[in-house]
């Protein structure tokens, strides 16, 4: 059955088997450390991309608003301009510009550019449209 000598080779496993040593454990954290930071860095990335594509949906809503505003007038009382809002601690200008007879006799091309910085360095966007006077009866 249990002769002594089975019995000093299972007490070897068992020696053998006891844990980790000192190094593979060093490696083990090296490894999770490596793989933490890397994580990290991804989440503070994702972060700024989001907080910079909220500013970008600020910015086109403002644009389409101050387009609207300005389609809302009277053909001839179109003209441009500027001023600011602030969202969120950003400050936005909003530039609005109206070109007349352009790109043909009686129409107006409306552009309107919302520009602002961030912790990425300057951005702006842009919508404009084409406008011809309404007939109203």
Known sequence: MNTAAD???????????RGMSLIETLVALGL?????GTVGNY???QIRFGTSNYLYTQAYAMA??????TRAQHFNDMVGGSKTAAVGG???TIATQVLDDTPANGLKKITVTVSWNDNQGAKNVAVQTIYTEVQRY
């Open 7 to 17: 019995l000093h080779t299972a007490r070897r496993r068992l020696a053998a088997q």
């Open 32 to 36: 999770l450390a490596v793989s933490a």
């Open 43 to 45: 989440l503070v990335q």
């Open 64 to 69: 389409e608003e101050q387009l609207e505003a």
């Open 90 to 92: 950003t400050t936005f």
